[in-house]
């Protein structure tokens, strides 16, 4: 699952807007996954081994290889966006796709006593 490319490598590329990649890749090369407080994202791990594979006729690295799930991606064969989310902005990121659209949810939570109805 390769990203692009986009960036200074193909400034065409549909996902450039002001001459910025808006999902920010290439990503940073890391030797580790890290979460980060800030955010909530992870940082996951890009190590700069050298492999390159050729993509649209350009060599990209591990800088655009995009998270993915191998598992879900075998059992449904179609690309399931995976992120690990560590913050209360995940609850505001999973109700902002339950209310798009005609799938709506109505979840409400009391706190009531059963014994005493």
Request: charged share 25%; hydrophobic share 30%.
């Amino acid at each position: 699952m390769i990203h692009g490319p986009c960036g200074t490598v193909n400034p065409q590329c549909p996902c450039m807007v002001d001459n910025k990649c808006s999902k920010d890749f290439p990503k940073a090369y890391a030797e580790e996954t890290v979460y980060v407080a800030d955010g909530g994202y992870p940082k996951y791990r890009r190590p700069d081994d050298g492999r390159v594979v050729l993509v649209r006729g350009r060599e990209v690295g591990n800088e655009c290889v995009v998270p993915y799930n191998p598992y879900l991606l075998a059992k449904y064969d179609a690309h399931i966006n995976v992120e690990i989310c560590t913050s209360i902005k995940s609850v505001m990121y999973i109700y902002k796709y339950i209310y798009k659209g005609h799938d709506r949810v109505t979840l409400e939570v009391q706190d009531q006593d059963e014994i005493a109805k």
